[in-house]
């Protein structure tokens, strides 16, 4: 239940896949955001709990696991989107039973929405000289006040979406996405990032 | 939903708000370890995979041909 070390859940054959683990299991262990949730066990007990908690924007896990499954591959395109989030998904005021939550949780929940925009600022540094090859797409706007819980307020996220959609430099930005993956013309091997700037 | 099961854009939404309805409109009684019910979530999610696939318990893991989407 170490939050620092992310577990990956693969549909795919390599190394470290959890060869018995069902659909369900998986989603049902990146679902446990403690609060919500009870954590899962899945195989020889080991517990688990949401990714949010440590690794809320996986793009740097992504190219480190695309450097073991493609080899002498070239990266086309990377888009991370977002979920709109600015602030803490949840826990804003603390109702009597959720303050029983170790303080470290709430803490490492607070940081997850700076970690997200660090990591994005540290993979624009990354393809800095690489053009229209890495993309974020992130509702900036409106939906960050919106709790994972309230489902009634699904149309709100969706006319922020919408609105997001509409500006000018949003749909210059998607015409690059789409041309790109149709296209890609990128000429960077996988191997040349330099993961060493990763702190993982 | 996508990735795995490949479902649909408009089907996937479709089902994540209904998912959503079902599980955070049941708040439990008694919240020790979580407010909402991870039971409840689990019925939800694997009548999801058992509409796509025709098996609730069927495993993450792909046989035959990945290529097409990893996840």
């Not at chain 1, 919500?36 to 690794?55: A, R, T, V, W």
């Not at chain 1, 603390?94 to 929940?109: N, R």
């Not at chain 2, 649909?8 to 708040?27: C, E, M």
Request: charged share 20%; net charge neutral.
């Amino acid at each position: 239940m170490n939050a620092n070390i992310p577990v990956l859940f693969r549909s795919y054959q390599s190394q470290e896949t959890h060869s018995g683990c069902k659909i369900w299991e998986a989603a049902r262990a990146t679902s446990a955001l403690p609060t919500f949730f009870k954590h899962i066990e899945i195989g020889n007990k080991q517990p688990y709990i949401d990714g949010g908690l440590g690794c809320n924007n996986p793009s740097e896990l992504l190219i480190k696991e695309a450097k073991v499954v493609f080899p002498n591959h070239q990266i086309g395109c990377l888009v991370s989107i977002g979920t709109g989030q600015a602030e803490v998904i949840s826990i804003r005021t603390p109702g009597f039973f959720q303050q029983i939550v170790p303080t470290g949780v709430i803490d490492a929940l607070k940081a997850i929405s700076t970690d997200c925009e660090a990591t994005h600022e540290k993979l624009s540094l990354l393809f800095k000289n690489s053009p229209n090859i890495y993309f974020r797409i992130n509702v900036e706007q409106g939906i960050q006040g919106i709790k994972l819980s309230e489902w009634e307020k699904m149309a709100n996220v969706e006319a922020h979406t919408m609105q997001y959609l509409k500006r000018e430099e949003v749909g210059v930005k998607l015409s690059l996405v789409i041309n790109t993956i149709k296209s890609p013309k990128a000429q960077l091997m996988i191997e040349q990032f330099g993961m060493k700037k990763f702190v993982m | 939903m996508l990735g795995r099961l490949r479902m649909g854009i408009d089907t996937a939404i479709d089902a994540y708000n209904s998912l959503t309805q079902q599980v955070f409109s049941d708040q439990k009684r008694w919240p020790g370890d979580g407010r909402f019910k991870a039971t409840k979530l689990e019925e939800v999610i694997k009548s999801v995979v058992q509409d796509i696939t025709g098996d609730p318990e069927e495993l993450l893991l792909e046989v035959g041909d990945t290529s097409v989407c990893r996840m």
